[in-house]
T-cell receptor, first 113, second 113 residues
Framework: GESVGLHLPTLSVQEGDNSIINCAYSNSASDYFIWYKQESGKGPQFIIDIRSNMDKRQGQRVTVLLNKTVKHLSLQIAATQPGDSAVYFCAENMDTGRRALTFGSGTRLQVQP | DGGITQSPKYLFRKEGQNVTLSCEQNLNHDAMYWYRQDPGQGLRLIYYSQIVNDFQKGDIAEGYSVSREKKESFPLTVTSAQKNPTAFYLC????????????FGPGTRLTVT
């Protein structure tokens, strides 16, 4: 498979535990954020998004929290499963006139059986 | 099936040759994007297009060129001017504007020797 994420920060959790992946974003004017999951050798997959007028949004087993005061975004995964092992990226709309998302550097999640 | 296709999955070229990577989508999306991903790093934006016959440079456009003659297609040419072309290339599409989820293709791994 593709060797992405060789030197990325790594979070190691036990199967069944909850995982929290953090992301510090750069622009206080950013108004839209997305979390993506990328498995080795594949393109990123959408997990969940949130707009700046919200501070929490829940999906199936996932929750995204947005703290605009400290420019922090987190992804919580409940009851982590081996299939959750991947690299996770946050992305933001920096609203600088560039009409494209800006991606963070990613975190590797390793789920131990 | 709707989605984004990239071909080929693996591509090998000799140094000094130009090479064109294919990206096609049938999601009826106006916007399309090209990213480069190196091991241990996140996604870096090469070029993006919000509408047919229009495109903008991203963060690392030097040594690359694109065209957007059709809504469905956004080919990327890696020219001989790109100093380190070996990488994983990802294409994405979305509704127009940065506040929409980007759908990614499976990627093309380019190796230049």
């Amino acid at each position: 498979g593709e060797s992405v994420g060789l030197h990325l920060p790594t979070l190691s959790v036990q199967e069944g535990d909850n995982s929290i992946i953090n992301c510090a974003y750069s622009n206080s004017a950013s108004d839209y954020f997305i979390w993506y999951k990328q498995e080795s050798g594949k393109g990123p997959q959408f997990i969940i998004d949130i707009r700046s007028n919200m501070d929490k949004r829940q999906g199936q087993r996932v929750t995204v929290l947005l703290n605009k005061t400290v420019k922090h975004l987190s992804l919580q995964i409940a009851a982590t499963q081996p299939g959750d092992s991947a690299v996770y990226f946050c992305a933001e709309n920096m609203d600088t006139g560039r009409r494209a998302l800006t991606f963070g550097s990613g975190t590797r999640l390793q789920v131990q059986p | 099936d709707g989605g984004i296709t990239q071909s080929p999955k693996y591509l090998f070229r000799k140094e000094g040759q130009n090479v064109t990577l294919s990206c096609e989508q049938n999601l009826n999306h106006d916007a399309m994007y090209w990213y480069r991903q190196d091991p241990g790093q996140g996604l870096r934006l090469i070029y993006y297009s919000q509408i047919v016959n229009d495109f903008q440079k991203g963060d690392i456009a030097e040594g690359y060129s694109v065209s957007r003659e059709k809504k469905e297609s956004f080919p990327l040419t890696v020219t001989s001017a790109q100093k380190n072309p070996t990488a994983f290339y990802l294409c994405a599409s979305s509704l127009r504007g940065p506040q929409y989820e980007q759908y990614f293709g499976p990627g093309t791994r380019l190796t230049v020797t």
